[in-house]
């Protein structure tokens, strides 16, 4: 398509007038370009095929059951907030610390909610006449979650063959004039939350509900009465990051162990159990020790995508980014192609996104308002944040664990080509998004390819093509740069290439198909 836009702009500047033989030449283009649609009409209908006779069952994350107290590990700098929540569950004013009341704990993937859920269940749950913990997860068999309940506040075994109906009457009538405290982990859907809490009865027995969500919609709706509580679960301090990193690593607290790459770890990774867990344990199986310290950033991201734990812990964070349609997973996608430590503008985002093509107009919004809910619901599952701006204006920030995330997904789905000092050209697959940030490495990029060159000007690289690039986004040492032959460009930033001069200007002008363009902080 981008091959049949270029040249069809190209035959409408040219006019009527162009040479018979040169128009001909663009039929023969447009007779290929009608071919390959065709291929990959069929391709995509193999593919609807394949995915209707594999549908997915519910139950999109494996159902793990809640873990006993038993060799649960002591939770490291949570004393806090363990306070904090046991005081609103246990205590109330007057008569209120008989009514029911709802907590819902919110924070992104991978900031430890669930562990902080199990140990204030695990300190409570026998001061309450019944008690249960169900995760309900993205995609769920509700009859299930529900049967789960029951299972664990019932006063005997029930046979598997109920349905839903019988399972939420045979709840009632258990929980009826009972205390009980029931912790609802993964809640992803309003309607979920309707089913589960409609089936449990509201009877001022000092009951209490515990909903874990990473979305602030259902955190505010769960929550939403005059006695309930909101409690947004924040990164751990930087101390105890520590304290819990080397702890994973070595079994025990209060060791000397350090080395650069530790405090790197901490710089990025910092504040997020899930993530220090991981990496710790990934280290610990090296056998890492004061002696032996020779790890790298690059080799450790290599390695560890291949770790089990860390594989896990993926695809639990990108679920945050999976929505009903795949406008909403393109656009989290396209965030990997920002710098690190990103401040992002709303509008420029949403800007690259339509001129990109990611968002496409439905059959109620229009571009800008699917641009918007897009952004919104980015927001809602705390994907992205906003901070606060000296100069008033709306930016956000990606905590560093998803922006890694993304880029891993990014570059295996050859969504987006990434180079940094830890990551060079690698794949074998076309560049269609490159993303370029940094400050050690120089690139040349000439007659639409790329090369990774030395100080000395030299290059152990091959030449890789940017033919069909999509979008460039550089930042940092790019010269020489040309940007001839790069005819499908639709988004160029330039911003921050500070060697970018007026001599790149007649390339730029004739990037037809070029939507958006930045050269903000270029020499131009």
Same mark, same amino acid.
């Given at each position: ?36 649609? /065709? ?5 995509i ?19 793990s ?19 904090v ?23 992104i ?42 299972d ?18 045979q ?8 205390? +009980? ?37 259902i ?44 405090d ?7 504040g ?59 656009c ?59 100069f ?29 000092e ?34 000395s ?17 550089l930042?940092? +040492? ?27 200007? /007649? ?11 930045s ?6």
């Amino acid at each position: 398509m981008e091959k049949y836009l270029y040249y069809a702009h190209q035959l409408q500047e040219e006019g009527s007038q162009k040479h018979p033989v040169k128009r001909s030449s663009y039929v023969d283009v447009f007779k290929k370009v009608g071919q390959l649609m /065709d291929k990959i009409n069929n391709r995509i209908g193999h593919l609807l095929s394949i995915r209707e006779q594999s549908k997915l069952a519910p139950q999109l994350v494996p159902h793990s059951p809640y873990p006993d107290s038993e060799g649960q590990p002591e939770l490291i700098g949570t004393n806090g907030p363990i306070n904090v929540l046991l005081k609103f569950l246990k205590h109330g004013e007057d008569g209120a610390v008989l009514q029911l009341k709802v907590l819902s704990m919110l924070g992104i993937g991978g900031i430890g909610k669930t562990a902080l859920a199990s140990k204030v269940y695990r300190m409570l749950r026998e001061e309450f006449q019944s008690h249960a913990f169900v995760t309900v997860s993205k995609m769920p068999d509700m009859t299930r979650v529900l049967f789960d309940i029951l299972d664990q506040i019932g006063l005997r075994k029930y046979p598997a063959s109920l349905n839903e109906n019988q399972v939420i009457t045979q709840i009632g009538q258990d929980l009826k004039d009972k205390s +009980y405290l029931i912790v609802i982990d993964d809640l992803w859907d309003m309607q979920h939350w309707k089913t589960i809490k409609d089936a449990l009865p509201d009877v001022n027995c000092g009951s209490r509900l515990i909903v874990i969500t990473r979305l602030n919609n259902i955190a505010k709706t769960c929550s939403s009465g005059q006695n309930n509580l909101t409690y947004k679960v924040m990164p751990l301090a930087h101390h105890d990051s520590r304290t819990l990193f080397l702890k994973e690593i070595l079994g025990h607290e209060g060791s000397c162990l350090d080395a650069p790459v530790f405090d790197e770890i901490l710089k990025m990774f910092g504040g997020m159990p899930s993530a220090l867990k991981c990496i710790g344990s990934f280290l610990r199986n090296k056998s890492v020790t004061t002696e032996s310290q020779k790890i790298n950033m690059s080799s450790l991201y290599s390695e560890l995508e291949n770790f089990p734990s860390w594989k896990k812990l993926k695809i639990a964070l990108f679920l945050s980014c999976c929505g009903p349609s795949q406008t909403l997973e393109a656009c989290s996608l396209y965030l990997s192609t920002l710098p690190d430590n990103h401040k992002i503008e709303r509008d420029i985002l949403t800007r690259k996104w339509i001129s990109e093509g990611i968002i496409l107009k439905d059959d109620e919004l229009s571009i800008n308002g699917v641009v918007n809910n897009c952004f919104e619901e980015l927001i809602n599952r705390n994907v992205i944040q906003q901070v606060d701006n000296s100069f008033g204006e709306e930016t956000y920030e990606i905590q560093f664990l998803m922006h890694h995330i993304l880029r891993q997904i990014a570059r295996e789905r050859n969504f987006a080509t990434f180079l940094s000092e830890n990551i060079l050209i690698s794949c074998k697959e076309p560049i269609h998004r490159l993303s370029f940030h940094c400050s050690k490495l120089r690139i040349s990029i000439d007659k639409g390819d790329i090369q990774i060159i030395s100080d000395s000007g030299d290059s152990n690289q091959k030449p890789k093509s940017l033919s069909l690039a999509r979008s460039i986004t550089l930042c940092g +040492y790019a010269k020489p740069v040309s940007f001839k032959l790069l005819e499908h460009l639709h988004v160029l930033d330039l911003e921050g290439c500070w060697n970018v001069d007026n001599s790149t200007l /007649d390339d730029i002008c004739r990037m037809i198909l070029l939507q958006y363009l930045s050269l903000k902080k270029t020499r131009i």
